[in-house]
T-cell receptor, first 111, second 115 residues
Framework: NAGVTQTPKFRVLKTGQSMTLLCAQDMNHEYMYWYRQDPGMGLRLIHYSVGEGTTAKGEVPDGYNVSRLKKQNFLLGLESAAPSQTSVYFC??????????FGQGTRLTVV | AQSVTQPDIHITVSEGASLELRCNYS??????LFWYVQSPGQGLQLLLKYFSGDTLVQGIKGFEAEFKRSQSSFNLRKPSVHWSDAAEYFC?????????????FGTGTRLKVLA
């Protein structure tokens, strides 16, 4: 079972460039989440989705957009990358009322 | 609002010693509680979870945690630490907020194991 797969695993961007992070899950989960992980701050929720075609803002949504056109995919977009967005990004999925399942993460550096 | 506090940023123990990582939460109802472990460069792996019932839960890799409602705590324990346990540990609470199921994570405790 693949579980939750994130692509790419690493990326370096220049300030102002755009990119999309892809998250795919094969567990038919309704809920999907994007978190960012920064030293000393744990995981902070960026955006989440409660089902196909839905998205909602989390704790730190500014500078990011998301889409969930298909149930199995949840895309995170950076329209104009900033150095403050240098982080490790994690996608997770959940059927709710149980644990979240995480991808391996994407390490993004914005220079 | 839900919140999770892990008061210890770093903990160092000797191999073979016992371990306790602290976690306190704030939540209006009985939450779902989780402990995850993250090895360097890896994603988060579930160690154990508590939903209801027996307040002492067993997890993988010899870990256990005890839910204490009166103290709003869910501390993680291991009787004898192995060098391979060196990692970062996250406590999390899951539950409904505003009609949506969400997870809130603590800031993590980094465990160092001395040979």
């Amino acid at each position: 079972n693949a579980g939750v797969t994130q692509t790419p695993k690493f990326r370096v961007l220049k300030t102002g460039q755009s990119m999309t992070l892809l998250c795919a899950q094969d567990m038919n989960h309704e809920y999907m989440y994007w978190y960012r992980q920064d030293p000393g701050m744990g995981l902070r929720l960026i955006h989440y989705s409660v089902g196909e075609g839905t998205t909602a803002k989390g704790e730190v949504p500014d500078g990011y957009n998301v889409s969930r056109l298909k149930k199995q995919n949840f895309l995170l977009g950076l329209e104009s990358a900033a150095p403050s967005q240098t982080s490790v990004y994690f996608c997770a999925s959940s059927p709710a009322d149980t644990e979240a399942f995480f991808g391996q993460g994407t390490r993004l550096t914005v220079v | 609002a839900q919140s999770v506090t892990q008061p210890d940023i770093h903990i160092t123990v000797s191999e073979g010693a016992s371990l306790e990582l602290r976690c306190n939460y704030s939540y209006g109802a009985t939450p779902y509680l989780f402990w995850y472990v993250q090895s360097p460069g890896q994603g988060l792996q579930l160690l154990l979870k508590y939903f209801s019932g027996d307040t002492l839960v067993q997890g993988i890799k010899g870990f256990e945690a005890e839910f204490k409602r009166s103290q709003s705590s869910f501390n993680l324990r291991k009787p004898s630490v192995h060098w391979s346990d060196a990692a970062e540990y996250f406590c999390a609470v899951g539950g409904e907020e505003g009609g949506t199921y969400k997870y809130i994570f603590g800031t993590g405790t980094r465990l160092k194991v001395l040979a």
